[in-house]
């Protein structure tokens, strides 16, 4: 599979650049320079970029799992949003800034956003242009660079996407690591694990993951721009999912879960963040729901059509 | 985690068969009423099962010197779903063609197959499976029907039920203990081939809530069997019934009971010109749901293409799917009862009504969800 050969290096690259305490310390304000640096001189930010633009022209299906792999370890840096920005930089022919960079489809969601989501610059859209902020001090009256036009579809779609591979890569990782205390957590002299009730939890929130990683790689499968019915599919599936998620990860935790320096409550708290970020799972249902209903087409000549991948 | 359950695609050659299968299943679904399409695999026609065969569309797996097809599980998967998209009636070929042929190509004997394979796939024999008995739900292992080795073969005694079309059926495969005793658990059981034809053998139908008579009590008294009846090896039913449930469970089946009234319920949304915002919504969201559970279950295919039994796979997709087609009952009930003073046809009301009454068996046969979910358990770690 070639979408492993660019996943692999990344996820050991994040693992080693970026531990729980690093999460933790850029959280807390503390410089994230040198963490940036090291995906700067990756390559790994042009990802999307195409060759002869000097970047590595993957596929947005090779780039999802990359993206997941952010989340699973609750990236505090927008690696996900800065490839999508890099893109679309290339796309208009201009040299894309350095700095990290968020995607938000509206200035407000970037002035707005929770103080955890750091990252140096955002992109946005306002009346079908695209502009950058510098996001130390934003407001609603700061000046900002004009970048181009917004591509097609909007920015929104590829922010929820990025959103939507989020929640999956961290759901993921909650399902590991809650899985793993279980088995590891004892009372009643056994393992909470053995207890039936706890099983069918953990069931349950493993369909809640699959579902949601599934559902995200159907928004990125097949070429840009993309469509909007993957891209609802992708963000209405995972958005639902991710309460259930963070929820059972909390309840087979107990209380240990609660405190600071339990890691869950970085991923849980993102799952929470991404869920509502770019629209959430009522927002996406209803475009889809909208779309759906414009089409007399039935449910299985519906799929079959909104599955077949147009090819580059 | 179940990093096999990943997006695939169905390879052009088996897509290329839909538009054939769509035609042959609009001649019977095409005019018919939404509630009585809404029976999905538990409608009966013989003559469609047969033209079926006649046009290669019934065991599409199968190696063609058997009467198949040699098309792979991927070919099989878009016929199935073109079937049940639109309710065609397919019980009489469904048992035999998704788990019973399988069954019979892996486990069986030369003889057996050739016995039985082709006219298979030719629609002309019914298969009904013979697992659970009045004390053996859930616990399957518990069953007591048991096969006793005589001089020229087997004989037969004990009951099974719940056996779904053993009224239309030729053939039963049961697992029965054919040594030792329930302490043995998974040790000695075996499954056979069961000719219903056969003196001794009493089927009595059970009607189901809905009126319908689908399912039934089979009797076993002192029935001979020959030697061949035995299907694999002798103590080895257990392994070989789990490979069975994942042809059982990991199909397009799992995610469609509820289509026909979904489709029923958007083309009265598209007439009707209802768009408040919770009925977009979910509408949005059951496509949402449906269109991921498709690519789960497309990947489970994936799995059984490459010759591997996707067990644990399918449980989760079953249990995933039946919570789907339990919801879109629910949800459209209430959405058409939100507007009282809307009027709603009598056709899509019977089919809500149909639906919703069966609905409750989506997640026991085949498996509860209780089992299902600790399958899952079970594919952690946990257990
Ligand atoms: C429409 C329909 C068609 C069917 N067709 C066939 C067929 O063709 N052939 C066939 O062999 N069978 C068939 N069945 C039977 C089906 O396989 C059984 O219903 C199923 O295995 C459950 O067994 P049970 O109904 O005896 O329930 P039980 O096993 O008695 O279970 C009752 C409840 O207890 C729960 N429970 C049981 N054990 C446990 C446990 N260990 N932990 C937690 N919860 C538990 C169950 O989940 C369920 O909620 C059919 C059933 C239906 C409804």
């Known amino acids: ?312 | 985690m179940f990093e096999t359950l990943s997006l695939q695609t169905i390879p052009p050659e088996d897509e290329a068969l839909r538009p054939i299968i769509r035609a042959l299943a609009a001649e019977v679904a095409d005019g018919v009423a939404a509630d009585v399409r809404a029976r999905s695999w538990q409608g009966f026609d013989s003559a469609f099962s047969r033209r079926l065969g006649a046009e290669g569309f019934i065991g599409l797996t199968l190696p063609k010197r058997y009467g198949g097809s040699e098309r792979g599980p991927f070919a099989r998967f878009v016929v199935v779903e073109e079937l049940l998209g639109v309710g065609a009636p397919v019980a009489a070929h469904w048992i035999a063609d998704r788990q019973s042929a399988p069954l019979i190509l892996n486990f069986g004997t030369e003889e057996q197959r050739q016995h039985y394979l082709p006219p298979i796939c030719r629609g002309e024999l019914c298969f009904c499976i013979g697992m659970s008995e009045p004390g053996s739900g859930s616990d399957l292992a518990s069953v007591r029907t048991r096969a006793d080795r005589t001089a020229g073969g087997w004989r037969l005694n004990g009951q099974k039920i719940w056996t779904t079309n053993a009224p239309h059926s030729d053939y039963m495969i049961a697992l029965v203990r054919t040594s030792g005793g329930a302490e043995d658990r998974h040790d000695g059981l075996s499954q056979l081939i069961v000719d219903l034809k056969a003196p001794g053998v009493v089927v009595r139908p059970i009607v189901d809530l809905a009126g319908d008579a689908h399912f039934a009590e089979v009797f076993f008294d002192d029935v001979d069997l020959p030697a061949e009846a035995l299907i694999g090896v002798e103590g080895e039913g257990w392994r070989q019934v789990n490979a069975e449930l994942a042809f059982e469970r990991s199909g397009p089946e799992r995610i469609y009971s509820s289509i026909v009234l979904l489709d029923a319920w958007l083309t009265h949304l598209r007439r009707s010109g209802v768009a408040t915002e919770a009925t977009v919504r979910l509408a949005g969201r059951f496509t949402a749901r449906l269109a991921t559970l498709r690519a789960m279950s497309i990947a489970c295919t994936g799995q059984l293409a490459r010759g591997e039994s996707p067990v644990i796979e399918a449980s989760l997709v079953k249990d995933l799917g039946t919570s789907l087609e339990q919801d879109i009952p629910q949800a459209i009930a209430d959405d058409l009862a939100s507007r009282p003073d809307d009027a709603v046809d009598g056709e899509l009301l019977r089919t809500l009504a149909y639906v919703t009454q069966v609905a409750p068996s989506f997640s026991l046969r085949g498996g509860t969800r209780e089992i299902l979910r600790g399958i899952i358990a079970r594919g952690m770690g946990l257990r």
């Open chain 1, 1 to 312: 599979m070639a979408d492993m050969d660019f996943a692999a290096p990344f996820a050991r690259m994040v693992d080693a650049a970026c531990p729980p305490a690093t999460v933790r310390a850029i959280e807390r304000g503390e410089s994230h320079a040198a963490l940036w640096d090291q995906f700067e001189k990756s390559g790994f930010l042009d990802a999307l970029v195409p060759e002869c633009a000097g970047g590595s022209g993957l596929s947005l299906a090779q780039v999802g799992p990359l993206i997941q792999t952010a989340g699973r370890h609750a990236l505090p840096l927008p690696v996900g949003d800065t490839m999508i920005a890099r893109w679309l930089f290339a796309m208009l022919g201009k040299a894309a800034p350095h700095d990290a960079i968020l995607l938000a489809s509206t200035r407000a969601a970037l002035t707005r956003r929770p103080p955890t989501e750091v990252a140096d610059l955002g992109l946005f859209e306002n009346g079908g242009e695209l502009y950058l902020a510098a996001l130390a001090g934003l407001s609603d009256e700061t000046p900002v660079e004009h970048v181009g036009p917004v591509p097609e579809g909007g920015l929104r779609l590829l922010a929820a996407l990025v959103r939507a591979a989020s929640i999956a890569g961290a759901a993921g990782a909650l399902l590991d690591r809650t899985v793993r205390y279980a088995n590891e957590r004892v009372q009643f002299g056994r393992a909470i694990g053995k207890q039936q009730a706890v099983q069918q939890q953990l069931a349950v929130m493993a369909e809640q993951c699959v579902a949601a990683r599934v559902a995200s790689e159907i928004g990125f499968a097949g070429p840009l721009p993309l469509r909007p019915e993957a891209v609802a599919i992708a963000k209405a599936v995972t958005s639902a999912a991710a309460p259930v998620v963070a929820a059972t990860a909390h309840a087979v935790h107990g209380a240990i879960g609660i405190s600071e320096e339990c890691d869950i409550q970085l991923l849980t708290r993102r799952l929470h963040q991404w869920r509502i970020s770019e629209g959430s799972e009522a927002y996406w249902e209803g475009r889809l729901g909208t779309a759906r209903l414009a089409d007399v087409a039935s449910s299985v000549d519906w799929l079959v059509a909104a599955s077949s991948v147009p090819s580059r």
